[in-house]
């Protein structure tokens, strides 16, 4: 399969690249490791006028600790992530997800900020964004806005960034020294899009539950945060009991549809088993005890 | 030569240098051309294969700066100013790599369609870590499929290549 004919520009700045994308006027499609993107070409998918690079953009590749927080740059790999000490422990959901998205061979090339744009309702680093309460930095004609995770995803494919925006880095608030997480992630074999996931992002603040967050891969038009599950475990001790509610109430917030992947039902049921598994796991590397990740 | 090796009349062209098995080469291409078409066609190194084209298999994946890639899911301008590395590069000399001779003691292939890319990752694999678990050799080249032999004997020409990789 041959892509169909396109220009290529791989400018050298950020500003270039957003002068390159606002030339098009929409018709312009960004590529980072083009893992997505150049799937989609050679089925015909999409047809852009231009592809714009952002790998010959320097600065682009850091993966860092920020304020506390985390700081990842558009063109930082899954495999950077995946192989990252600072993705570990309270960043330990990064690691957890990184290490399930796609295959080996795709996380070499394929980045974060480049599946976050391209928005597949299946895609994993959609969740971990909201549960870590993450926000991306997008840079524009007009200079330089903060979205939110809960901002960015509007649809399946379908993001709040306009077209002539591109994604410069993604940001993560401190999650504070007791902080743990995990993503669970249900595939039929590696490589396969998500039947269902679940990220989970943990702070615990003098034995309580403080900042929680549950986000959903796989079962609604994008990927879905478990308001009322995380309402639910705040402020609890994070006992067994809490941790099976919020379960339950995760799995009310999913929107699966039955497909050859499993019927809603049973997808409901692997969010909510997922959700308590990911909770246990989260607690367990907030508490900093053994086996946790 | 295909269409695509020789550019329709008219499409902008794009000079890719690159690094092939220690070789510098160069071409004018089309922005569309995937990097298998160019190490196959343009490059004439057909021992590169194209198995589903869909980025599941990894019948296609070649070396880019020491990591394996699905080279059907790249295009040959994003490759530019990077060291390749495909199949032919791994024999030297007439002397087979450490991998190549123990998939060939091991039987890790029946049909070898997918051997290329098989014996690319886990050269790969050995120079990052060179004593890993079954397990790790599973995981790493968990991106490509083989319909013949059920990967035991895979796993197996992985281990008998790390130990005579390390006994070298």
Redo the contacts between chains.
């Keep these: 399969?041959?892509?169909?004919?396109?220009?290529?520009l791989?400018p050298t700045s950020l500003e270039e690249v957003v002068a390159a994308l606002g030339e098009r006027d929409g018709d312009a499609k960004l590529m980072a490791g083009?893992?997505s993107l150049?799937?989609l070409?050679?089925?015909r998918i999409t047809s852009p006028s231009a592809?714009v690079?952002l790998?010959r953009v320097p600065g682009l590749d850091g993966l860092e600790e920020h304020d506390g927080g985390l700081r990842i740059g558009a063109l930082v790999r899954h495999?950077d992530a995946e192989r990252s000490e600072l993705c570990r422990g309270r960043f330990g959901l990064f690691g957890s997800a990184a290490r399930q998205v796609?295959?080996?061979?795709?996380r070499?090339?394929g980045t974060i900020c480049g599946s976050l744009a391209h928005a597949d309702p299946q895609g994993d680093w959609g969740s971990v964004l909201l549960a870590a309460r993450g926000e991306v930095t997008a840079h524009g004609p007009s200079g330089t806005r903060t979205i939110p995770a809960d901002e960015l995803l509007a649809g399946p494919f379908t993001t709040t960034l306009a077209a002539d925006e591109v994604i410069a880095a993604v940001r993560v608030p401190d999650p504070g020294p007791r902080a743990g997480g995990a993503y669970l992630k249900l595939e039929r074999k590696?490589?396969d899009f998500a039947t269902a996931a679940v990220a989970v992002q943990v702070s615990l603040e003098n034995g309580h539950v403080g900042q929680v967050g549950i986000g959903l891969t796989g079962v609604g038009p994008q990927n879905l945060r478990a308001t009322a599950a995380e309402d639910a475990f705040r402020g609890s001790e994070a006992g067994d009991d809490a941790i099976k509610a919020a379960a339950r109430l995760a799995a009310e917030a999913a929107e699966p549809q039955s497909d050859n992947r499993g019927t809603a039902e049973y997808k409901r049921n692997v969010i909510r088993v997922f959700t308590e598994r990911g909770l246990h796991a989260a607690v367990a590397a907030a508490k900093g005890e053994e086996g946790s990740r | 030569m295909t269409e695509l090796a020789a550019p329709a009349t008219g499409a902008a062209l794009h000079r890719v240098a690159v690094t092939v098995n220690g070789r510098p080469r160069e071409a004018d291409v089309e922005a569309r051309l995937l990097l298998v078409h160019f190490i196959r066609q343009t490059l004439g190194l057909t021992g590169t294969h194209v198995g589903c084209d869909t980025t599941s298999c990894g019948a296609c994946t070649v070396l880019v700066d020491g990591l394996p890639v699905k080279s059907c899911t790249m295009l040959a301008v994003q490759a530019g100013g990077a060291e390749l590395t495909t199949v032919e590069g791994l024999a030297e000399g007439g002397a087979l790599h450490p991998v190549q001779q123990a998939f060939h003691e091991e039987h890790g292939l029946q049909c070898g369609f997918c051997t290329p890319g098989m014996m690319l990752t886990s050269v790969a694999l050995l120079a990052d870590n060179p004593s890993p678990s079954d397990e790790e050799i599973r995981w790493a080249l968990s991106g490509q499929i083989c319909r013949c032999t059920g990967y035991q004997n895979i796993v197996k020409a992985v281990q008998h290549a790390a130990q005579a990789m390390r006994e070298a």
């Design positions: 399969m041959y892509p169909p004919r396109f220009d290529y791989a083009g893992q150049i799937p070409l050679k089925l592809i690079d790998a495999r796609a295959d080996p061979l795709v070499n090339r590696v490589g």
